[in-house]
């Protein structure tokens, strides 16, 4: 079993088939212990809503889904501890705090972050922080 952070480019494709949504529900159900930042229910509840709101999902399913989060087998952790960590590696990378606060977990836990943004992973491969990010679509 590993350590995994998951983002939620992960999350949402256990509940919406999508792209790598088979990876993921293996990802979830191969006995990984998985954690993620405690925003991760607000990010997927935000992508719901988007998904809501072009009309890929409708409003039974959206309210499903976000009821059903709470109930995801994942150990959650406060950002605060993670934001001068998280704002450090944005500055450094680039790229989003809302991103670099799964990746500052996955530091913290020694363990990886798993995302289905290959535009993150392409962005971070050739820094020092390549090896805590993963494709969800190179996942093993």
Known sequence: ??????????????????????????????????????????????????????GELNRVDAEDIVTQLVLLPLTRHAESPLLASALDLAVQSQRTVYDCLYLALAKQLGGVMMTADEKLVNALAATRWASLVVWLGAAP
């Open 1 to 54: 079993m590993s350590l995994l952070v998951v983002d939620a480019s992960v999350g949402i494709k256990w509940f919406v088939p999508e792209v790598l949504s088979p990876e993921a529900l293996a990802l979830r159900h191969a006995g990984h212990d998985l954690h993620v930042p405690n925003f991760f229910e607000v990010e997927i509840a935000n992508i719901v809503w988007k998904k809501h709101r072009r």
